[in-house]
């Protein structure tokens, strides 16, 4: 991005982050599925428009907003800046050559560090989650959510800027590399499959229609129910995480 010009990854994301972000239901699904991991002094890696962050700071609990744009953590700043919880808000780039250097203030300080659909969209997910792991202290957790299944690839991944999909067992891989011991793994969303693959690879869709998703987002408590009867064994999303021992 030079100067005040935005690419066409940027406007496609923040097009889908404003659509997301209206959806209130489905964002506070995620947010309960994660929460059991959660603990202690937080670090979130992506806040974007703050669609989970919300909740956590409603739920008072102790948290620090990053992002990789300046103008997000901006707008975080406005909204959520003087909230009671907030650690503080800062534009992060988790494979910046000279993290160690750039965040030392922070290293070794938190109890977790989550990022909710952040790992696609980096080249080097190695030394993204490496980095992930100097925030935390001992005993710390990582929760990564991150889009499934090489098959599902996309227009919307495409237009997203995504570069893979995974799944829990490639997904455990790149945890163990980054030296966390996988304490947990699931999928997550499971209706939300045929959504997708319609949607992007029948229609050629590259961005997800407003009016599809409000209607999700009306559906949420009987899309739940799905995923408790395939028992979180198959979904859209998968989520791990991993304890830095």
């Not at 964002?27 to 989970?52: A, D, L, Q, V």
Request: hydrophobic share 40%; proline share 2%; aromatic share 14%.
């Amino acid at each position: 991005m030079a100067g005040t010009e935005l690419s066409q990854e940027n406007l496609t994301g923040e097009a889908t982050l404003d659509i997301i972000a209206r959806a209130n239901r489905f964002n506070r699904w995620m947010y309960h599925t994660i929460k059991p991991f959660c603990r202690g002094r937080i670090f979130e890696i992506g806040s974007g428009t703050g669609n989970i962050s919300r909740f956590f700071i409603e739920d008072h609990q102790q948290i620090l907003l990053s992002d990789f744009r300046e103008d997000y953590c901006k707008n975080l700043s406005r909204e959520f800046g003087d909230s009671p919880g907030v650690l503080g808000i800062e534009v992060l780039d988790l494979i910046d050559p000279g993290f160690e250097n750039s965040f030392s203030s922070h290293l070794g300080k938190y109890d977790t560090v989550f990022a909710l659909n952040v790992l696609e969209h980096i080249s080097d997910e190695k030394k993204a989650l490496n980095n992930c792991h100097k925030l935390l202290a001992k005993g710390g957790q990582l929760v990564i959510l991150v889009p499934s299944y090489g098959k599902l690839y996309n227009g919307f991944d495409r237009e997203l800027g995504h570069y893979r999909r995974y799944t829990k067992s490639s997904l455990s891989r790149v945890f163990a590399s980054a030296g966390f011991q996988v304490v947990h793994k699931q999928y997550f969303n499971f209706f939300g499959i045929f959504g997708w693959y319609f949607s992007g690879n029948i229609l050629k869709l590259k961005i997800i229609p407003g009016n599809q998703m409000r209607l999700y987002n009306a559906l949420i408590p009987l899309i739940k129910i799905f995923d408790k009867l395939v028992f979180n064994c198959l979904g859209l999303s998968t989520i791990l995480v991993g304890r830095k021992v």
